[in-house]
């Protein structure tokens, strides 16, 4: 068996086209390795959205070139180095140039291709390859026999972005908006419950502009899908993400309403709480209309609790500008969000904005944002203590016969004597809150 030991930056859908990929090479006789001193083929799966996330790529190239050559030293063969994701497609040929530790270069839309690729890099050191194929080849190519983990997994519907908020590069490494066709997600979720998942968390770019077409050739919608993923038998939860405001149906916050699998989490990014930022970020929509947004999805939906993301520092914001986000995350109320300082990325019209923001303020409100989150974070998790969640659990903790769930708002639940319960919905009382989890208690006539 050859060693293949893959390394995940960013974001879920990269976790998932990593998975995707072990699927796709173990028939060429490759098994995975969580490290990869001694592997014979090591990809990194790249993010692009922040500059930091893309730096890493080169200081980890770094760190190979030298397993590379340990590797070879002892006498075991060579290691070849692939670069994938979204680094790969926005830097490309750079890479080659920029470190030729690299044998091949390959964007998102091109992993089916990646049996072929490794075998031609063994033959041609310094492939490189442009990434615009029709991604339906890709997805009818490498999602045919999923490994599957445990009860939970992500099912990618929808690719790309057409939004083009004027800091992020998605749209120029992830192309256009296309959704995958209603029949094939069907038949891979099935695929999935047949293996004993429960849970599925459809994932997009901008996963709720989905509009795949349907059985009937129309364009169907996310609510539409998600009604019939849970007419699947096993599949008994759903998410979704990432969301973008405008493209919240009112078919889909009724589906929060009316669908048991919709699960009351949702991640509905606002990154900014002043009309003046939003404006210039081209997100196309006010403070005001997220105010009324989360009313409705709230009135149809009580006890669902949202997560966000926030950039701080984007050009042009002032302490007022700060001053409006905060306010806005106090209004809405959150149970969990990810914080980011502005990054300016080569090629966004924000980049070469005027009135850049100095890194020393980033930090601070970055800071002051935080300290508002976690507050938040931890009231929410205070308010479950003593209610009673159904928790699907997922596998073993680290103590005697204890098990790890995963609640309706994604917080690990902790809970002894479960481990005949992996796999299974289980109601539990929720007894306490750590930092990052919850514990939790079998009801007695569960445990019984
Ligand atoms: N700088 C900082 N944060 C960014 N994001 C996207 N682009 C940038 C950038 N240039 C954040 C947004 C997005 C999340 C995935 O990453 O908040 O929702
Ligand atoms: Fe980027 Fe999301 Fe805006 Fe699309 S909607 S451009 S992915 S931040």
Known sequence: MKKLHIKTYGCQMNVYDSERMIDILRPLGYEVSDV???????????????????????????????????????????????VAGCVAQAEGIEIMHRAPAVDLVIGPQAYHQLPELIARTHRAKGERLAADFAPEAKFDALTSDRTVTGPTAFLTVQEGCDKFCTFCVVPYTRGAEWSRPVAAIL???????????????????????????????????????MYALADIPG???????????????DDLIAAHRDLGAA??????????????????????????AYFDLVARIKAARPDLALSGDFIVGFPGETDKDFEDTLDLVRQV????????????????????????????????RL???NALIIE???????TLVGKTLDILFEKPGRRDNQAIGRSPYLQSVYVEDARH???QIVPVRIVAVGNNSLQGALLETVSA
């Open 36 to 82: 990869a001193d001694g592997a014979d083929l090591v990809l990194l799966n790249t993010c692009h959205i922040r500059e930091k996330a893309a730096e890493k790529v080169y200081s980890e190239i770094g760190r190979l070139k030298e397993l590379r050559g340990e590797k070879e030293a002892r006498g075991e063969g060579r290691m070849t180095i692939a």
């Open 187 to 225: 038949d891979e979720a099935q695929a999935l419950a047949a293996k004993g998942v429960r849970e599925l968390t459809l994932l997009g770019q901008n996963v709720n502009a989905f509009n795949g077409v349907g059985s009937d050739g129309q364009p169907s919608t996310l609510a539409k899908l």
């Open 235 to 249: 599949i008994d939860r759903l998410r979704y993400t990432t969301s973008h405001p405008n493209d919240m149906g």
């Open 263 to 288: 699960m009351p989490y949702l991640h509905l990014p606002v990154q900014s709480g002043s009309d003046k930022i939003l404006r210039a970020m081209n997100r196309k929509h006010g403070r005001q």
């Open 333 to 364: 109320g959150y149970a969990s969000a990810f914080t980011f300082k502005y990054s300016p990325r080569p090629g966004t019209p924000a980049a070469s904005m005027p009135n850049q923001v100095p890194e020393a303020v980033m930090d601070e």
């Open 367 to 369: 800071q002051t944002l």
């Open 376 to 382: 938040q974070q931890q009231a929410f998790k205070a």
């Open 421 to 423: 319960l992996i796999g």
